[in-house]
């Protein structure tokens, strides 16, 4: 019988509770699960994944309900147990950040000069506590998803008036002055800085940056829709001034998917008027030629190495990676490419470079897919698609191992490509868990005398928290062919069906005169850039791991959404006692 039980006043953050929920469907005893708080739109995710009861309609957004279903009802107090045991177990490791700190009035009093707020509360929240922070004169790194375009648009405008940067929404990762948040890899310090629109595409460039021997200054997130023609480019424009005036920049590096056309030709007026040497990729266009001092990517392993070239001043030629022998027997009909990708943008680029090397006309694919072509797929399990109501897949495995166990049934497949994203917030043994479904998997193949490669890219350092080479043993020890980059892994791949890349020298050409006048990067943003950041905060308590470990100031503020989880009014409420502050200040 299903369950219900709500647990009044208890909130805690989704990420945690989608972790628990996986772990707690693991047991004998469990039919099933699901452990969230009682947001409006957590009740629909309910209501759709079968599990609605008259209960539901009374829990408040402060109120984390428990749906469960046990074969054995005696068991139902050992599962309360055991959650209570896991959302209890680091409430008292010391530190602290552990202060009962509930509120902007407290955290800033803790930490009065703060200058970057963390968020990684509910998208539905993050745009108003947003606002808090840019009143306050705080940076806004949001982690955070599913804010409103609107809202992130006039946030940027606002924090662009007020000489602050709005990085994010969906701001995966980034790295403000050598200090790592959210989901970043630690890397060494050095002299290039990076301003990207996604999580992963950061990651990947950053990590092969520190394996080529240099290191970073900064790296700015921006989120995937700051180069929409809605938001402008804003973070991107106020990203790249920043870097510019950076004295510990010498080399900048930017990040995106292709914008709107009047949008790259904003960006690229920007960076003709930089002084400062730039690698410039947007991911699915292929330059033929560079510009002197504006050197333009097709990869994200280029835009790595160019950079270090520029910073050591060495010959600017990119010298592809080429593939890795694969020992593997195909029948006939094993033509197909899986690629199931934790990375966004490491999907997206794979996306890409299989279509090149296929000459598959470039079309749009179903949803859910990068690439949908005869028998080759390309999934960014990341997407909004998969995790609705799911952790992130770089944190848990579960859809990327019923997407290989699934391989089995595929008489098509040839070669399954994959990654494996090392760093902060990331699981701490991914390899380790997917080499349990690929051993499954061989074996079942044995019996049917088939065989199936798998290829993967480990994107990380071995400063990371999981120990690169430890996570690249236990792949290579299950049969995993393990590549340096995404463009190896991808080259990898195209061998098994005997098919590759080519890559074209590019000569440099003058650089198109700029006729902008660059101003100075307001003085926040410069402390921003020149010294360590002192970060509240809001959200999930793990992020605050990375910036102790790097001996970095955090203050946890132990969010919880107010008036009822009733958006409106929390944004009222704010107006009117903003408006009260402001006109006594007056």
């Given at each position: 019988?299903?369950?219900?039980?709500?647990?009044?006043?208890?909130?805690?953050?989704?990420?945690?509770?989608?972790?628990?929920?996986?772990?707690?469907?693991?047991?004998?005893?469990?039919?099933?699960?699901?452990?969230?708080?009682?947001?409006?739109?957590?009740?629909?995710?309910?209501?759709?994944?079968?599990?609605?009861?008259?209960?539901?309609?009374?829990?408040?957004?402060?109120?984390?309900?428990?749906?469960?279903?046990?074969?054995?009802?005696?068991?139902?107090?050992?599962?309360?147990?055991?959650?209570?045991?896991?959302?209890?177990?680091?409430?008292?490791?010391?530190?602290?950040?552990?202060?009962?700190?509930?509120?902007?009035?407290?955290?800033?009093?803790?930490?009065?000069?703060?200058?970057?707020?963390?968020?990684?509360?509910?998208?539905?929240?993050?745009?108003?506590?947003?606002?808090?922070?840019?009143?306050?004169?705080?940076?806004?790194?949001?982690?955070?998803?599913?804010?409103?375009?609107?809202?992130?648009?006039?946030?940027?405008q606002?924090?662009?008036?007020?000489?602050?940067?709005?990085?994010?929404?969906?701001?995966g990762?980034?790295?403000?002055?050598?200090?790592?948040?959210?989901?970043?890899?630690?890397?060494?310090?050095?002299?290039?800085?990076?301003?990207?629109a996604?999580?992963?595409?950061?990651?990947?460039?950053?990590?092969?940056?520190?394996?080529?021997?240099?290191?970073?200054?900064?790296?700015?997130?921006?989120?995937?829709?700051?180069?929409s023609?809605e938001?402008?480019?804003?973070?991107?424009?106020?990203?790249?001034?920043?870097?510019?005036?950076?004295?510990?920049?010498?080399?900048?590096v930017?990040?995106?998917?292709?914008?709107?056309?009047?949008?790259k030709?904003?960006?690229?007026?920007?960076?003709?008027?930089?002084?400062?040497?730039?690698?410039?990729?947007?991911?699915?266009?292929?330059p033929?030629?560079?510009?002197?001092?504006?050197?333009?990517?097709?990869?994200?392993?280029?835009?790595?190495?160019l950079?270090?070239?520029?910073?050591n001043?060495?010959?600017?030629?990119y010298?592809?990676?080429?593939?890795?022998?694969?020992?593997?027997?195909?029948?006939?009909?094993?033509?197909?490419?899986?690629?199931?990708?934790?990375?966004?943008?490491?999907?997206?680029?794979?996306?890409?470079?299989?279509?090149?090397?296929?000459?598959?006309?470039?079309?749009?694919?179903?949803?859910?897919?990068?690439?949908?072509?005869?028998?080759?797929?390309?999934?960014?399990?990341?997407?909004?698609?998969?995790?609705?109501?799911k952790?992130?897949?770089?944190?848990?495995?579960?859809?990327?191992?019923?997407?290989?166990?699934?391989?089995?049934?595929?008489?098509?497949?040839?070669?399954?490509?994959?990654?494996?994203?090392?760093?902060?917030?990331?699981?701490?043994d991914?390899?380790?868990?997917?080499?349990?479904?690929?051993?499954?998997?061989?074996?079942a193949?044995?019996?049917?005398?088939?065989?199936?490669?798998?290829?993967?890219?480990?994107?990380?350092?071995?400063?990371?928290?999981?120990?690169?080479?430890?996570?690249?043993?236990?792949?290579?020890?299950?049969?995993?062919?393990?590549?340096?980059?995404?463009?190896?892994?991808?080259?990898?791949?195209?061998?098994?069906?005997?098919?590759?890349?080519?890559?074209?020298?590019?000569?440099?050409?003058?650089?198109?005169?700029s006729?902008?006048?660059?101003?100075?990067?307001?003085?926040?943003?410069?402390?921003?850039?020149?010294?360590?950041?002192?970060?509240?905060?809001?959200?999930?308590?793990?992020?605050?791991?990375?910036?102790?470990?790097?001996?970095?100031?955090?203050?946890?503020?132990?969010?919880?959404?107010?008036?009822?989880?009733?958006?409106?009014?929390?944004?009222?409420?704010?107006?009117?006692?903003?408006?009260?502050f402001?006109?006594?200040?007056?």
């Open positions: 019988m299903l369950q219900t039980i709500i647990k009044q006043n208890s909130y805690q953050d989704s990420v945690v509770l989608m972790l628990l929920t996986s772990k707690l469907n693991q047991l004998p005893f469990v039919e099933r699960v699901s452990i969230m708080m009682g947001t409006p739109a957590n009740k629909d995710i309910f209501i759709a994944s079968g599990f609605d009861t008259p209960e539901l309609a009374d829990a408040t957004a402060n109120d984390m309900v428990i749906m469960l279903e046990v074969n054995d009802e005696s068991k139902t107090d050992d599962v309360l147990t055991m959650i209570d045991e896991e959302l209890n177990k680091d409430a008292d490791n010391g530190g602290e950040v552990n202060e009962n700190i509930n509120s902007w009035e407290k955290a800033l009093k803790k930490m009065p000069d703060a200058n970057v707020a963390l968020l990684s509360i509910p998208g539905t929240y993050a745009a108003l506590e947003a606002e808090k922070a840019l009143d306050n004169g705080l940076h806004a790194f949001i982690f955070s998803d599913n804010m409103s375009l609107e809202d992130e648009t006039r946030l940027k606002k924090a662009h008036e007020k000489g602050l940067l709005v990085m994010g929404p969906d701001c990762t980034g790295i403000l002055h050598r200090l790592p948040l959210a989901f970043t890899n630690n890397t060494r310090p050095g002299g290039i800085g990076v301003v990207g996604s999580g992963t595409g950061i990651q990947e460039v950053t990590t092969l940056v520190h394996r080529y021997g240099a290191g970073i200054t900064n790296a700015i997130g921006t989120g995937g829709r700051d180069l023609s938001v402008g480019a804003t973070t991107m424009m106020d990203g790249i001034l920043a870097l510019n005036h950076d004295d510990n920049t010498e080399v900048i930017i990040i995106s998917k292709p914008p709107a056309q009047e949008i030709e904003k960006v690229l007026a920007r960076l003709h008027a930089v002084e400062k040497p730039v690698v410039a990729l947007f991911l699915g266009d292929k033929t030629e560079h510009e002197e001092n504006l050197y333009h990517a097709y990869t994200l392993e280029e835009a790595a190495q950079s270090v070239k520029l910073l001043k060495e010959e600017i030629l010298v592809p990676s080429q593939a890795k022998a694969v020992d593997v027997k195909l029948a006939p009909s094993q033509t197909g490419i899986k690629g199931y990708y934790a990375g966004g943008t490491l999907a997206y680029e794979a996306s890409v470079l299989i279509e090149e090397a296929l000459e598959l006309e470039h079309h749009q694919s179903p949803e859910g897919y990068t690439l949908k072509h005869d028998s080759h797929e390309v999934i960014d399990l990341g997407d909004d698609m998969y995790t609705s109501g952790p992130h897949p770089m944190i848990d495995p579960e859809n990327r191992i019923n997407k290989i166990k699934d391989v089995i049934n595929q008489e098509e497949t040839a070669v399954v490509l994959f990654d494996v994203v090392l760093g902060y917030g990331a699981h701490m991914m390899a380790s868990e997917l080499v349990k479904p690929i051993t499954e998997v061989q074996t193949l044995k019996e049917t005398d088939r065989e199936v490669a798998f290829v993967a890219v480990i994107v990380g350092t071995d400063l990371d928290p999981q120990g690169y080479d430890e996570q690249r043993q236990i792949l290579e020890e299950a049969g995993v062919v393990v590549c340096e980059n995404n463009v190896e892994a991808i080259q990898t791949a195209l061998s098994v069906i005997d098919r590759g890349l080519t890559f074209a020298e590019k000569a440099v050409k003058p650089a198109e005169k006729n902008e006048t660059l101003p100075d990067a307001s003085d926040a943003i410069q402390r921003l850039m020149n010294e360590k950041p002192k970060v509240i905060n809001i959200g999930l308590k793990s992020f605050t791991d990375s910036i102790l470990d790097n001996h970095g100031e955090v203050v946890h503020f132990e969010w919880k959404p107010a008036a009822g989880g009733d958006v409106h009014l929390q944004k009222v409420l704010y107006f009117l006692d903003h408006y009260e402001d006109k006594e200040a007056h």
